[in-house]
């Protein structure tokens, strides 16, 4: 019997994108074990192809045509992981509307448009999974739904925040101001172009929202 093979695409090629492609390339045997199939990257939609080609050593996988992804019905799942509302926003509704899985780290997106994507992958009998954008990445919303299920929730405390974390840990840990670890989280990738949202607290939104997405999230 043949081994069975999965094709994604990925959009965005910066740090955590890059870091996702390594995790699937380094670990391929290891999480086709796993998973009972194997994941395969065959498309990586980025913005300046000679850039990105830099990261890989070839260009045989990137693209900056959106439509070579989303028409292409060999593609099943999409991983967004550039960013922001918009462009973002777009494809991810495309790609559901076209029967494409998506997985997203995409905290601004979902805390503003979550309710619309979920309902797109619910109207197209596809999955729109977004744990990676929950609380650093930490996996909290299955446990929430699973495990804890027959619990009472009302509140989750803590770091939640995978920017934040890493500031606070610099600074007690190392001693570092607070203006040199900010500068040393952007210079590594892990915070955003701006990171407003994160060191300035700006979880209340993004909480009420998470709250009220529970309920509709799929396991």
């Known amino acids: 019997m043949s081994e069975r093979v999965i094709k994604a695409a990925l959009l965005g090629l910066g740090t955590v994108g890059t870091g996702v492609y ?41 693209t900056n045509q959106w439509e070579e992804i989303v028409n292409d019905p060999e593609i099943e799942i999409v991983i967004e992981l550039i960013g922001g509302i918009n462009p973002a926003r777009d494809y991810i509704l495309q790609a559901l509307n076209a029967g494409k899985h998506v997985v997203s780290a995409n905290k601004d997106l979902i805390a503003v448009h979550g309710h619309e994507l979920l309902e797109a992958a619910h ?16 996996p909290i919303i299955r446990p929430l739904k699973q495990c804890l299920a027959g619990n009472h929730m009302t509140e989750v405390m803590g770091i939640v925040n995978g920017t934040t974390n890493f500031i606070l840990t610099k600074m007690t ?47």
């Open 22 to 62: 390594k995790v699937l390339k380094n670990q391929e045997e290891e999480m086709t074990a796993k998973i009972g199939c194997k994941v395969e990257i065959t498309k990586i939609l980025v913005r300046n192809i000679e850039k990105a080609a830099a990261k890989l050593g070839d260009t045989a996988l990137l």
């Open 123 to 138: 109207n197209n009998k596809v999955d729109f999974l977004f744990e990676a954008a929950v609380a650093g990445g930490i």
């Open 173 to 219: 840990q190392e001693g570092m101001e607070f203006k040199d670890a900010l500068a040393l989280a952007t210079e590594l990738g892990y915070a955003e172009a701006d990171p407003t949202a994160d060191i300035e607290g700006w979880m209340q939104d993004v909480k009420s929202q998470f709250w009220h997405l529970l309920p509709l999230i799929p396991v």
